[in-house]
């Protein structure tokens, strides 16, 4: 027992000592993937590692200022904690010298954005929420996803009125995410109040919460005909739907900024699930290379792949292409070329840079934001006319 | 007034149906507690497992339902003399390095969960799908039937701890192990029994939870919180302490939640634990 | 030869820093950061006591300063003052209720009141809810706000010398050697016996032990410019527990011992997803099972040829972990 003992010691003692290890592989472009590979939202993290990865097969060689590159993805894994968070950016740029990198959750952004600033450390936020990121102050970061905003001006109002909806409530995580666009739904819900329609209550779970009894409870007691699950991921939404149907509820559920599986949903709540329209979700491949990155993911790491997958792909393309026509890798000037360049190969369809009016800069990324209803275990395309977002 | 009585109603209902799950984890927990002395962390892991097993027993691998529960009725006891031999008898009597031990097992347990399970949420389709009402308020068939298993469970505890000569054996070494061990009780052996015991409680508790929620490996930790309240409140070691305990917390959080909130009900719990634990040290019906 | 060991690692952490790379500063104020939390926290395991809640009274500390600065404009030097008290405070008034009780018992109830804390910073729009409060400002000196990861280096790093001295001249007193006398409940009698007034040096001991980690979650929060109620968790509360419990009870040195290993290794393994969590659980077995008295027990037991040392400074017998 003894002397494993002792190795055991010189081993740890070794891994505190060797610290900064520090090797700059010459030539590679490193891109960071600083999210959660473990822990609840780990699913999420995986996607964008793979996008990266994916992308980084797709990309090559390339050449900037006269130099060959490769582009190298680097795994930081932050749990979704803040402060796991400002520990995985610190190593990123000040240990291993990388400049750009897709980063996931709104919660953890507050404490890292200092150092994006004094930095200007390139952000590819994968984040909901809205203006606490995208802002003036904050030039290089870019949502490459919906925001909250987006979806809720968007899409709330648009689809409350085809559904013929009157009564509207939310159920959330109780976090930044649903708290905040608890107050994004109210906000647009407030408009249509001419038209009868109103917000009849929120409630909000403990992330990974399973019974959602008492909250669902107190929803249907006021006789809602649409609730809005925020972001609730594909496990949770499954339960609520099944335990609200349950209590009796017979009405329409969305999903905003969550990724749905139609078939674990089904699995879960069985002929419960129907009725969910999900954003973000497509139906129908909308392009080529959207079904091709499915298809080649499946291979790859042999399961179906995680929704954070085609958006991650896109941004890291439009990325170097960028970074190859400013011939530069300076960060702010990547940002400004970035910013006034749009991309049409992105998997989801041509994307540009907008939120000037809503945030007062142009880093959210605008594309096609699709719907879809699950329908006897698939998804179906469920059409709604989108409203502008500027 | 009458929409609030039905929910009132409705919530009791609810409460009680979710609180007999927890004593189904929480009364192993007392039980290991009560003769270990011990209070084990990687109990919440022991339900997840539970849970898996009858993932990949009966929807993976397709094994009939019954034959799903013998399998992990075995490996669950199985698990507990291993647990029991391998780790918390070297450390008897050191309560501090127990705890960290139980820790460092929950885990272990829980990342080769999500190593081998994957991230994935898994889930076990419902036996049962049907409603029933009673008056206005709704239960769904599948966890009447998870709670109808669990009393069934309980009493079987009780028949085992009040009727047998192991439970004579335990309840001794309960009251006084020194005496209890000069009477000729292998102190040892009740102990890796009641290790066992407990954790085929938790493993099962797990196996009828699998169909109404959906899994994940990480799904042990919010139920050992839960498990903790109760068998403080309970009294620990307390048997009937903890069945009224986990009922209690249930209808706590489930009629409290209804009137104030999840978010409002989830403080409380705490704070009745607080109460209990300063107005009366010993839970509700532990020895003084 | 010890004190000039200790003289010259206190020399390093001085001058060396500003020859370093900022990540390597940000990972030694990380550990300086747990080693005080982890050393606070030794106060009342040193006398048979264990929490599962120490986060509650480091994000107490945290928002307390958080908030003084952001909404009435204090600077942060009395913030960070201000956290320990408070910290204290809610010490002093769960301590006086909850010391009575033993093993278990106490620490169950330290984790429920840190999760009603973290549900009311939650819950309430003054706290910023579960949003948090962010833009944090880090503290100026001489008119110069210590944005830098050096300038704040020496922040952490003179708070954390100052907190380990007191806490390691605390033991040497007689209130520290009373602590000891304390660890069971026979013991405890016996002091009580002697005419020591039990429950107030043990109150006391809480309340010390809270301070430091009020102080220094405060510091902790100014190095984050940033608090929300997803920072100080559970699982910190638990990670504390294991540093300690790694590195020894035996002497002050196993807790900060446990505590730059661990959060070394766990520096290490920042890629390595659910095996950095397998990797860490079975460093902590291995070590609790080998060496129940933690690594700092490892040269005495080689010292002594290898018997098996079971009896510990502060390990409880059967009954500490029953009494309440």
Same mark, same amino acid.
């Given at each position: 027992m003894r002397r494993p003992m002792l190795a055991l010691v010189l081993l740890v003692a070794l891994a505190v000592v060797g610290l900064p290890a520090g090797v700059h592989a010459q030539k590679s472009f490193k891109v960071g993937a600083i999210v959660p590979v473990s822990g609840p939202a780990a699913a999420f993290g995986l996607g964008v590692q793979r996008g990266l990865e994916l992308a980084a097969e797709d990309v090559g060689v390339f050449a900037v200022a006269g130099e060959k590159y490769k582009l190298e993805v680097v795994t930081y894994d932050t749990v979704y904690a803040p402060d796991k968070t400002v520990a995985a950016i610190n190593r990123a740029v000040y240990n291993d010298n990388v400049k750009y990198g897709v980063i996931i959750g709104a919660g953890v952004h507050p404490p890292i954005l200092p150092i994006i600033r004094e930095t200007g450390f390139l952000d590819f936020a994968f984040a909901a929420a809205g203006r606490q990121i995208t802002n003036p102050d904050n030039p290089t970061a870019f949502r490459i996803m919906a925001s909250s905003d987006q979806l809720y001006q968007a899409y709330a109002v648009a689809i409350a009125e085809k559904l013929g909806g009157k009564r509207i409530a939310f159920l959330g995580p109780n976090d930044e995410l649903g708290k905040n666009d608890a107050k994004a739904i109210k906000a647009e819900v407030e408009k249509l109040k001419a038209k009868g329609v109103s917000f009849v209550g929120d409630e909000y779970y403990e992330r990974g919460a399973r019974d959602f009894g008492p909250a669902l409870l107190r929803l249907i007691a006021q006789k809602p005909d649409i609730i809005d699950t925020d972001g609730s991921p594909t496990g949770s939404i499954a339960l609520i739907a099944k335990q609200a149907r349950e209590l009796g509820y017979n009405g329409y559920f969305v999903n905003s900024t969550a990724v749905l599986e139609a078939k674990a949903i089904s699995d879960i709540a069985g002929k419960a699930g129907e009725n969910i329209i999900a954003l973000r979700i497509w139906a129908s491949p909308p392009t080529k290379l959207y079904t091709e990155l499915a298809e080649r993911h499946q291979k790859k790491y042999g399961e179906a792949a995680p929704g954070t997958l085609w958006e991650t792909y896109g941004a890291a393309r439009w990325l170097v292409d960028t970074i190859v026509k400013a011939g530069t890798f300076d960060t702010m000037k990547v940002a400004d070329a970035l910013a006034g360049s749009t991309y049409a190969a992105h998997p989801f369809g041509a994307a540009s840079w907008g939120g000037e009016k809503a945030y007062g800069i142009k880093r959210q990324i605008i594309m096609p934001i699709p719907a879809a209803i699950l329908k006897n275990g698939k998804w179906e395309p469920f059409d709604v006319r989108s409203g502008k977002f500027e | 007034m009458d929409v609030y009585l039905h929910l009132i109603g409705q919530g009791l209902a609810i409460g009680l149906l979710t609180g007999i799950l927890y004593v189904l984890i929480a009364l192993g927990l007392t039980l290991i507690y009560g003769i270990l002395h011990i209070v084990n962390f990687a109990h919440g892991e022991i339900y997840m497992l539970g849970a898996m097993g009858v993932f990949y027993c009966y929807v993976v691998f397709k094994l009939p339902f019954a034959a799903t529960l013998v399998v992990i009725l075995l490996l669950s006891l199985l698990l507990g003399l291993g647990v029991e031999r391998a780790f918390f008898r070297p450390l008897r009597g050191q309560w501090l390095q127990l705890v960290v031990a139980s820790v460092g097992l929950s885990l272990i347990i829980q990342s080769l969960g999500w190593i081998a399970f994957g991230i994935q949420e898994k889930n076990v389709p419902s036996f049962f799908t049907g409603v029933v009402a009673f008056g206005g308020v709704r239960l769904p068939t599948q966890r009447l039937i998870a709670a109808a298993v669990g009393v069934v469970l309980v009493g079987l505890l009780y028949a085992l701890v009040y009727r047998t000569k192991v439970g004579l054996a335990m309840r001794a070494i309960e009251e006084d192990e020194e005496t209890a061990r000069m009477l000729g009780i292998d102190a040892d052996r009740v102990a890796a029994l009641a290790c066992a015991v407990g954790f085929a409680l938790a493993a099962l508790a797990g196996a009828f939870v699998a169909p109404i929620y959906s899994l994940n490996p990480g799904m042990g930790l919010e139920a050992i919180l839960m498990s903790f309240l109760i068998i403080i409140v309970g009294g620990l070691g307390s048997i009937t302490g903890t069945v009224l305990a986990g009922l209690l917390v249930g209808v706590l959080q489930s009629v409290g939640g209804v009137l104030l909130g999840a978010e409002a009900a989830y403080g409380l719990v705490f704070i009745v634990m607080i109460v209990v634990l300063v107005v009366r040290p010993a839970g509700l019906l532990g020895k003084a | 030869m010890k004190r000039g060991l200790l003289g010259l690692l206190i020399a390093a952490l001085v001058l060396l820093p500003p020859l370093g790379k900022p990540y390597v500063l940000h990972v030694v104020i990380v550990i300086l950061i747990n080693v005080v939390y982890a050393q606070a926290l030794y106060v009342i395991m040193r006398m048979g006591y264990l929490s599962f809640g120490h986060a509650g009274y480091i994000a107490l500390g945290g928002y307390t300063s958080a908030l003084l600065v952001t909404k &009435? @404009?204090?600077t942060p030097w009395i913030g960070f003052l201000a956290g320990g008290v408070v910290a204290g405070i809610f010490a002093w008034a769960l301590g006086a209720v909850t010391l009575k009780l033993r093993g278990i018992y106490f620490s169950l109830s330290v984790f429920a009141f840190a999760e009603v804390v973290n549900a009311a910073f939650r819950a309430f729009e003054v706290f910023g809810g579960p949003a948090g409060i962010a833009g944090v400002p880090r503290p100026a000196l001489l008119g110069t706000r210590l944005n830098t990861h050096l300038q704040f280096y020496y922040v952490v790093l003179a708070v954390a010398l100052v907190s380990l001295f007191f806490l390691y001249r605390l033991q040497w007193t007689r209130f520290g050697f009373t602590l000891l006398a304390l660890r069971t409940r026979e013991t405890e009698r016996l002091a009580e016996s002697l005419g020591i007034n039990a429950a107030r040096y043990k109150t006391l001991a809480f309340v010390v032990s809270c301070f430091f980690c009020g102080l220094m979650g405060a510091v902790h929060v100014h190095y984050l410019r940033f608090v929300s #109620? *997803? =920072? *100080?968790?559970f699982f910190l509360s638990n990670d504390l527990m294991i540093y300690v419990m790694v590195g020894g009870l /035996?002497?002050?040195?196993g807790p900060m011992l446990g505590t730059v290993l661990l959060t070394g290794l766990g520096e290490q393994l *920042? @890629? @390595? /997803?659910?095996y950095k969590s397998l990797v860490y659980a079975v460093v902590l077995l291995v070590v609790i099972l080998a060496l129940p008295g933690g690594l700092i027990s490892l040269p005495r037991i080689l010292r002594r040829g290898g $018997? %098996?040392? %079971? =009896? &510990? #400074? =502060? $390990? $409880?017998? =059967?009954t500490a972990a029953r009494e309440r």
């Open positions: - | - | &009435l @404009a204090i #109620p *997803f =920072v *100080f968790t /035996g002497s002050y040195w *920042f @890629a @390595a /997803g659910y $018997a %098996r040392e %079971r =009896v &510990l #400074p =502060v $390990a $409880a017998d =059967v």
